[in-house]
């Protein structure tokens, strides 16, 4: 029986796409009873930069044979020490790709001001760490066996890397219903009493938070209007000293309380540049909380038709004007709900699992 080796760069009770699908792949493999070995990299994460990576690899080495599958759940962390394993083992190497890295680094670092789809441009005007991450991502998705990617538009970006499309399979993301509290009993523990926006995610640049806040504030009529961002990250400060005490900061929160509040929402609204493919606006759809997002292609996978209200990136107007249609409008809000609730009810841990192993070339 084959035995497969997970490579993750997070894993629970770390948060993020890579600890979800992990957990998700590793319960399928349990139920099928398929022989799998985890490895986070949390394991050697107290290691000093380039040991780390050095060591990890190690572990995967020792984890793997020639009749074993390795997956890695990221191109550069645990991609490129799994994949020099993977060859000194003579196993078979597969990546699943989450989203581009070095555009992330790229544009956090403020080197990089244009959009995923036309990334790297120049390659030699961005900053060494840029160009070296760019490098390294391309080198091991063009030697993986097959890339699975979780949406089209990030198949997309992949096959820019040089990958054949013939080689990228797309597996969407999948969630499990989840039992919730009554929706009124959550405001009251709350405390919420008029209409509520909430958003989510890393306050980085591409999640356009400041332009949600400006939209929200704008909305100073809509009486009790409260707007609630969960999350952190590097421009922390910025937004709250743009917010100036009109909206509520949260840190990041486990997942149950974080769908609890987003499904106890009035709006989901998520400014986002640049998405894979997007959990949050699958966890929101799947709770019936209406959607007000941007019409960017890492969404098209998901905002179809109805299912929500798309924007332009970083539109304050916009934004402000959909939050409130959603808000003012009892009907289009019970209408996007009920498309977006029928939309999310295919995107299944089964079918990512059943889609995933069938891209691995695993029969289950």
Excluded at 11 to 29: R, V
Excluded at 31 to 55: C, D, E, G, N, Q
Excluded at 123 to 140: C, D, E, F, S, T
Excluded at 241 to 246: C, E, H, L, T, V
């Amino acid at each position: 029986m084959t035995h497969i080796v997970i490579a993750t760069g997070l894993y629970p009770p770390e948060i993020g796409g890579p600890a979800t699908f992990a957990s998700l792949f590793e319960k399928g493999l349990a139920k099928h009873s398929m022989a799998h070995t985890t490895i986070p990299f949390s394991s050697v994460r107290y290691l000093p930069k380039l040991v780390r990576h050095v060591a990890y690899g190690w572990r995967v080495y020792r984890a793997a044979s020639s009749d074993s599958i390795v997956l890695a759940l990221d191109p550069v962390s645990v991609g490129l020490p799994s994949l020099l394993a993977a060859r000194a083992r003579g196993a078979r190497f597969f990546l699943r790709v989450g989203g581009d890295y070095a555009w992330e680094q790229a544009t956090q670092r403020s080197c990089y001001d244009d959009v995923p789809e036309s990334f790297p441009g120049d390659v030699h005007a961005l900053p060494l760490p840029a160009r070296i991450m760019y490098a390294v991502q391309r080198y091991v998705a063009v030697r993986a066996e097959r890339v699975l990617v979780q949406s089209t538009s990030l198949g997309a970006i992949v096959a820019a890397w040089g990958v054949a499309a013939s080689r990228i399979s797309v597996v969407p993301n999948g969630m499990s219903a989840v039992a919730l509290p009554d929706r009124e009993a959550l405001r009251a523990r709350y405390g919420w009493h008029g209409p509520v926006v909430v958003s989510s995610g890393r306050f980085v640049p591409w999640k356009g938070f400041e332009a949600l806040i400006d939209a929200v504030k704008s909305l100073g009529d809509i009486p009790d209007l409260h707007l609630v961002i969960i999350g952190g990250g590097p421009l922390e400060r910025e937004l709250r000293s743009r917010a100036d005490g009109a909206v509520e900061f949260i840190p990041p929160l486990p997942k149950s309380e974080l769908l609890s509040m987003i499904s106890a929402a009035d709006v989901f609204a998520l400014n986002t540049r640049y998405e894979g493919f997007s959990h949050q606006i699958l966890e929101a759809m799947s709770v019936g909380t209406p959607v007000v997002t941007t019409a960017i292609p890492g969404n098209a996978d998901l905002v179809v038709g109805e299912t929500a209200l798309s924007v332009p990136w970083n539109d304050t107007r916009a934004l402000a004007d959909s939050v409130r249609r959603v808000i003012e409008d009892p009907a289009l809000a019970r209408s996007l709900s009920l498309r977006a609730r029928a939309h999310a009810e295919q995107f299944t841990p089964e079918r990512t699992f059943r889609e995933s192993c069938a891209a691995l070339g695993i029969s289950v």
